[in-house]
């Protein structure tokens, strides 16, 4: 029978092995997790925006030991797939990861990394997802939750919006910085040269200058612009449309207010000139000569004009803005 001081001394060598043991299992956590940081540290040296495939993903997203967090944006970007929303999504998503690498801030905390369907299939089937583009944030402690992944349909894609998330999610406030964009600037210039050369070329008659049809027509064209969202399109580039790589539907209005499609804003212009277009026949309609029945055709033509096209008009408001209660003639 063992005496009583040598089981003590077991039992304290079973315990000098259990430490020795988990300081070792530690240290190899410590120096997975120092492997991971540092290449991760070195790719995001080179790119903002880290490529990921399948394995990549698993290794340094997924498993443990991990104390950073990591936006993965998953996408379609090859032409094949035909997602031009991919394409501007991920655009406003370099813009926000460039906006975190160059900011004061900037820690190896957070990481931002994208995932093509092409380059990791697996992934999308790994996490059960079908469509594109979803951006999800995966924390550093715990599985990602249902706030993880951001609701694109609600608030959209803008760098601004994405930012406004992630700092919900790791309270990490990140501020934007857009590159310059001097087309808006060539375009007026252009348009001021053009102006100038046509007054230059008609100096000796004027008088279309004080024509009040030519002044009522420049004026509604410069509102219908500025309206429909032609300044949005010069400054973010919108593609034309979106079609639904999956049912091959093409989308010509966008399914959230944060953006639009260049094809939509030429239906709101139109919609808007034939709005105006009513309003003009129901106003002249009574200075018109001839027959006074003409005249009432006239202005119940301008009155359907103007309830026809504002429903439209009111529709494309309700899909954009989901939960809108008010409709008019069409849903």
């Known amino acids: 029978m063992a005496s009583p001081a040598g089981c003590n001394v077991l039992a304290l060598m079973l315990v000098c092995v259990c430490f020795c043991l988990t300081v070792a299992v530690q240290k ?57 929303v991919c394409k501007q999504a991920h655009e406003e998503y370099t813009i926000l990861a460039n906006s975190w690498r160059y900011s004061q801030g900037f820690s190896n905390k957070l990481f931002f990394a994208m995932v093509d369907y092409d380059e990791g299939a697996d992934v999308f089937s790994s996490l059960k997802l079908s469509t594109a583009p979803v951006f999800m944030h995966f924390p550093s402690k715990g599985k990602p939750k249902k706030a993880d992944t951001m609701d694109i349909h609600r608030v959209g894609f803008q760098a601004e919006q994405i930012a406004r998330w992630v700092g919900e999610r790791t309270d990490i406030q990140i501020r934007i910085f857009r590159p310059p964009n001097y087309s808006g600037t060539l375009a007026l210039a252009l348009l001021f040269s053009l102006v100038g050369g046509l007054l ?36 973010r580039g919108p593609p034309v449309m979106h079609k639904n790589p999956s049912t091959g539907q093409i989308n010509y209005i966008h399914g959230s207010s944060q953006g639009q499609f260049v094809v939509e804003t030429y ?43 504002f429903s ?12 809108y209660p008010y409709s008019f003639l069409i849903k």
């Open 267 to 309: 239906i709101i212009m139109l919609l808007n000139a034939a709005i105006v277009g009513g309003f003009v026949l129901m106003s002249e309609a009574h200075a018109l000569k001839g027959d006074p029945g003409r005249k009432r055709v006239i202005a119940l033509i301008g009155l359907a004009c103007v309830a026809i096209f």
């Open 28 to 84: 190899k956590k410590d120096d997975i997790l120092g492997e991971r940081v540092q290449q991760l540290i070195e790719w995001n040296s080179k790119k903002s925006v880290i490529r990921l495939n399948g394995e990549k993903f698993r290794h340094y997203v997924r498993e443990v030991p991990r104390n950073y967090s990591v936006i993965v944006m998953l996408t379609a970007l090859q032409p094949q797939r035909s997602c031009s």
């Open 200 to 235: 230059y070329l008609k100096r000796n008659n004027l008088e279309f200058l004080y024509n009040r049809n030519f002044w009522g027509i420049g004026a509604l064209a410069v509102i219908f612009a500025m309206t429909s969202g032609q300044m949005w399109n010069h400054i």
């Open 312 to 323: 439209l008009l009111l529709s494309i408001f309700r899909s954009k803005y989901h939960g």
